[in-house]
């Protein structure tokens, strides 16, 4: 593989194929793979994901691929985990139970409040577009992946369950749903998350894709 190179992880867990798109729209060599040695080999890894955490964590296991993401942020290699990735970046979720998470960011996944902040019941999943503010204070994205986009940006969720970073760093992006403030965009170091797709959020997620390559 390249130095430019693109890998998602294969692990029985995710619409590989529509990641795969959005990144070679982005003019990356992109590689599907389970395959540790041709992980490791990436400049940049892709940790997609739907469905249960359990079950998504169980596939991982399987495949002792939990070690080799380990790895891959050990050696430095910028990692992007999407939608269920990014909770399984956590140490833990509260799925069907407590599940242990990859530990890379501390914190863990809770289901998404059925009320409004005014006390109204609400649809779970949170499905749709939603629009994407920075977290901190300054009001501004404070990493490269994010350098493209203007506060108010949308783009597209599907989910029940949603990140709670312990520490208000790790938070690079939120969005609100019934006024509940929801993490959107995760990271620590070299390694990111989004809740929403990027792959399915237009020019907006493209943005985020075209960036996270050029790291």
């Not at 009320?115 to 977290?135: N, V, Y």
């Not at 203007?150 to 938070?171: C, I, K, Q, T, W």
């Not at 690079?172 to 959107?184: M, P, V």
Request: hydrophobic share 40%; proline share 5%; charged share 20%.
């Amino acid at each position: 593989m390249s130095q430019s190179d693109v890998l998602i992880i294969d692990y029985g867990v995710g619409n590989l194929l529509s990641v795969q798109r959005g990144f070679e729209y982005c003019g990356a060599k992109v590689e599907i793979s389970a395959d540790p040695n041709q992980i490791l080999k990436a400049s940049h890894v892709i940790l997609p994901g739907v469905g249960a955490f359990a079950n998504a964590m169980d596939a991982l296991n399987q495949r002792n691929l939990v070690e080799v993401i380990h790895e891959v942020v050990k050696k430095g290699n910028p990692l992007l985990a999407i939608c269920l990735g990014m909770q399984m970046l956590l140490d833990e979720s509260e799925e069907f139970g407590i599940t242990k998470g990859l530990g890379l960011i501390p914190g863990r996944v809770v289901p998404i409040p059925s009320s409004t902040i005014q006390g109204q019941a609400q649809k779970i999943p949170h499905i749709g577009w939603s629009e994407l503010h920075p977290s901190n204070a300054t009001n501004e994205w404070k990493v490269p992946i994010l350098d493209k986009l203007n506060d108010g940006d949308s783009v597209y969720f599907v989910h029940s369950f949603m990140a709670l970073p312990d520490n208000d760093e790790d938070r690079l992006a939120d969005t609100f749903y019934g006024g509940n403030r929801i993490s959107a965009v995760i990271g620590r170091g070299n390694v990111f998350g989004c809740q929403f797709h990027p792959e399915k959020s237009g020019s907006v997620g493209l943005s985020i894709l075209s960036q996270f390559i050029k790291l």
